[in-house]
């Protein structure tokens, strides 16, 4: 066998890449934006200090809509990404994190309203942690190795808030607000935004 | 491409970068449409038909045409054969970043 030549090494080299980056498009949803997680972070924490402020904890007005506005943020963040990185917005890799997701979700909108219902409210900071953990966990098998850690500790914080419900909104800040802040600031160095 | 004899063994039908692309993004995902392959390989509608045409007619992947939302769908799988070029192809490509480090080493 003859050696290679620089030519051959820096084809090779460039082809493995190019192996590499095809699958990973292929299969994984990469571009989650740290900037838009660090987005919706500050939208949790605003809403924790507005029900502080208002001392009326996990209260529905606050949190529905600020889950709701999140949902809007995080998507322009993420195509915005996705287009500074040319990269597919909607393939199979998306559409796979949106479905394993959503059962979680759905789980946690049909708990709340039981739980809300039954006058159970100091169970729901609690509910939200542990169920969108479970969710992010899930999606994050699929996604950048990040996104699984957040949905862990987001998982640990609602263990923490279902045993203590007394401690749900400090730690409905921290997972919301500030486990949402952190992990993007991380993507945002790591990644790239 | 460079005159070495690692080189000139290489399998030429996935050697070309959309043909290459379609059998690596499959590798990955085991069952593709065409539309996902199209976005993920950032190619035409021509360009894709014509090199899976060629996967296909070597054995390297196979199609199912049917339909979703009384739309037509093709999907892509990659055969053993295919999954077999593939390995292949990625271990010739080490082979040849191998014999590089080993020549520097031996200066």
């Known amino acids: 066998m003859s050696i290679p030549t620089h030519e051959d090494?820096?084809?090779?080299?460039?082809?493995?890449?190019?192996?590499?980056?095809?699958?990973e498009s292929a299969s994984t949803y990469t571009a989650v934006s740290g900037w838009g997680l660090v987005a919706v972070g500050t939208v949790g924490l605003v809403a924790a200090w507005l029900a502080w402020s208002g001392n009326l904890g996990a209260d529905?007005?606050?949190?529905?809509?600020?889950?709701?506005?999140?949902?809007p943020i995080a998507t322009a963040f993420n195509v915005t990404k996705a287009r500074r990185l040319e990269v597919p917005i909607w393939t199979g890799a998306i559409r796979k994190?949106?479905?394993?997701?959503?059962?979680?979700?759905?789980?946690?909108?049909?708990?709340t309203i039981a739980l809300a219902e039954q006058g159970t409210t100091g169970l729901l900071p609690g509910t939200w942690l542990a169920l969108y953990g479970a969710g992010v966990t899930a999606g994050g098998t699929i996604s950048v190795r990040a996104i699984r850690g957040m949905g862990v500790l987001f998982l640990i914080l609602g263990a923490v808030a279902l045993l203590r419900p007394e401690?749900?909104?400090?730690?409905?800040?921290?997972?919301?607000?500030?486990?949402?802040?952190?992990?993007?600031?991380?993507?945002v160095l790591r990644h790239g935004g | 491409m460079a005159d070495s004899t690692t080189t000139e063994t290489l399998d030429r039908l996935i050697h070309e970068r959309?043909?290459?692309?379609?059998?690596?993004?499959?590798?990955?995902?085991?069952?593709?449409s065409f539309a996902d392959l199209k976005q993920v390989l950032r190619t035409s509608d021509g360009n894709l038909s014509v090199h899976a045409r060629k996967l296909?007619?070597?054995g390297y992947i196979k199609v199912s045409k049917g339909f979703e939302d009384r739309k037509p769908k093709t999907e892509y799988r990659l055969t053993t054969k295919?999954?077999?070029?593939?390995?292949?192809?990625?271990?010739?490509?080490?082979a040849i970043l191998s014999e590089a480090r080993d020549a520097l080493e031996r200066t």
């Open chain 1, 9 to 23: 090494q820096r084809d090779a080299k460039e082809t493995l890449a190019f192996i590499r980056r095809t699958m």
């Open chain 1, 167 to 187: 401690w749900g909104l400090p730690l409905l800040a921290l997972g919301f607000g500030g486990l949402h802040v952190a992990i993007g600031l991380d993507i």
């Open chain 2, 82 to 94: 295919g999954r077999r070029a593939l390995e292949t192809y990625l271990a010739q490509m080490e």
């Open chain 2, 56 to 58: 296909e007619e070597a």
């Open chain 2, 18 to 32: 959309i043909r290459l692309g379609i059998v690596s993004a499959l590798a990955a995902e085991e069952r593709m």
């Open chain 1, 97 to 111: 994190v949106v479905w394993v997701m959503a059962p979680t979700l759905v789980a946690g909108g049909l708990l």
């Open chain 1, 60 to 71: 529905l007005r606050i949190w529905i809509p600020a889950a709701l506005l999140s949902v």
